[in-house]
């Protein structure tokens, strides 16, 4: 497809709104030593040039509107268009944040109503004691609650640098672990899961050098953890504290309470729980809750109720870690969480739960006989599997996008061997999914048939298969190369 600049003609032009005295009254406000020398290179297009090119973009784009995106690990979910709605309402969108310094607050009573309302309902979902909506993603969640984490060992006059993190962690939380100062130091799991003796190892080698534990659970192979009590037991015996990563809270939404088994700190992905956007590069939201030792430490502003039912900002706490994101983080994210988690009621939000896991299983079900399963038990909202013995997960996957479907995650985590982890989701139908299994099973057997059937896949589509390593290392990002 041509480039918007392989489409310019000189002089095409299409119809201006500003009126030349309106320009030439601009050219008289800009200082002569900033202006160019010379236009701006721009493509000359007319109006249905410039609208048919985006337009005919647009339809070559994958959306989770669209299309099923099976990414185990990174849940891209159908994002309801009722909680679009609420977050533009005018009384949401056109707020601008520095009313809060009006009266401490008096100038956006209503918007601090709904943080709060919504902190307190994460609060109740999690067993977390309080909440910073502060973060902007994951992964600054993460680095929020880390540095938590190293707060209060610090209030206690301690130097604490070990931080402990499962083999089937998901990659950013050794960087966050990394970028808050501590060493990180692998777990090995056993049968898929973190191994209280590896913790007791770690405790004798390390002894009270332990900064903290980071778990995710269910984790990144879809398990759930059996020995969280244990674990988190093991390490307030020593006064280090266990870190939950929320990326999976999918599956348990509803059914558990992480503060009730023993987590100090909660992170929260509201993508991928609570049906805000996902990818793009943003906008994100990351909440972190912690329990009641820790709330000093939370990121400043915080948000109190008073007694009359009004609302303002607590003072600055010594102990806080400071600001991790501006204002108060991303407001229509966590006003379209908020919206979802009102929707669906405690009632609800179980069955996400529930729709999550079934959703799973009955994938890991239907693909058993093409698919190796390293770990042949139930799972929960994501599963593992191994591409089967001459096939590599990479084909499968370009076989998938050849056939319509977003390929699954794959090579990750590192202990499965030509590793495919596919997610459904809780909001996809048994239509979906056995349409994706169909794929997967004509896939396997073509491949078995015809070896060199999947070398060329995917056929059809605007990027054929690349050499990966050499568009990383040369890319071209324009079109005069």
Do not use: W
Not at 107 to 115: A, E, P, T, V, Y
Not at 319 to 330: A, N
């Amino acid at each position: 497809m041509q480039t918007i600049f392989e489409k310019s003609v000189p002089g095409r032009r299409t119809t201006g709104l500003a009126p030349e005295a309106a320009l030439h009254r601009a050219n008289e406000l800009v200082p002569g030593e900033l202006t160019r020398a010379q236009a701006v290179r721009l493509p000359e297009c007319s109006e249905l040039d410039v609208v048919r090119h985006f337009t005919q973009l647009a339809k070559l784009n994958y959306s989770v509107d669209a299309n099923f995106y099976p990414l185990g690990s990174c849940t891209m979910k159908y994002n309801p268009k009722v909680t679009e709605v609420v977050a533009a309402l005018p009384g949401f969108n056109k707020v601008h944040p520095l009313l809060a310094r009006i009266g401490n607050g008096q100038g956006c009573q209503g918007s601090m109503h709904c943080l709060y309302v919504l902190e307190r309902s994460l609060c109740a979902i999690t067993g977390m004691e309080a909440f910073t909506l502060q973060p902007m993603a994951g992964a600054n969640g993460e680095f929020t609650g880390v540095s938590i984490i190293a707060a209060y060992h610090r209030s206690k006059g301690r130097d604490r640098r070990i931080m402990l993190i499962p083999d089937a962690a998901h990659g950013t939380n050794p960087a966050s672990a990394a970028m808050a100062g501590f060493t990180v130091v692998e777990l090995p799991s056993r049968d898929g899961m973190v191994d209280p003796e590896a913790v007791k190892a770690a405790m004798d080698k390390y002894g009270e050098n332990i900064a903290g534990l980071m778990m995710t659970c269910p984790n990144t192979l879809g398990l759930m953890e059996v020995h969280l009590r244990e674990v988190a037991a093991l390490l307030h015996s020593i006064d280090a504290l266990v870190y939950y990563d929320g990326a999976n809270m999918n599956a348990i939404l509803g059914k558990m309470r992480v503060g009730d088994v023993g987590f100090d700190v909660v992170h929260l992905n509201l993508h991928k729980t609570f049906a805000t956007p996902h990818g793009g590069g943003g906008p994100g939201a990351g909440p972190v809750g912690v329990c009641e030792r820790l709330i000093p430490f939370l990121p400043s502003p915080r948000i109190t109720r008073k007694a009359d039912g009004s609302y303002e900002f607590l003072p600055d706490n010594p102990e806080s870690i400071g600001h991790v994101g501006p204002f108060y983080g991303s407001y229509g994210v966590l006003m379209k969480a908020l919206a979802y988690i009102l929707r669906l009621g405690g009632e609800g939000l179980e069955r996400v739960a529930e729709y999550a896991v079934l959703n799973a299983n009955y994938l890991r079900a239907k693909l058993k006989d093409v698919l190796d399963e390293p770990y042949d038990r139930i799972c929960m909202h994501e599963f593992v599997a191994s591409a089967p013995a001459g096939l590599k997960a990479l084909d499968i996957a370009k076989g998938l996008l050849e056939l319509g479907f977003h390929a699954p995650t794959m090579y990750f985590p590192l202990l499965v061997h030509e590793c495919l982890m596919p997610e459904p989701t809780e909001t996809e139908s048994m239509q979906t999914l056995d349409a994706f299994c169909d794929a997967v099973h004509a896939i396997v057997a073509r491949a078995k048939e015809d070896p060199e059937y999947l070398a060329e896949a995917p056929r059809g589509l605007p990027v054929s298969r690349l050499d990966e390593t050499e568009a990383a290392r040369k890319m071209h990002l324009t079109e005069d190369m």
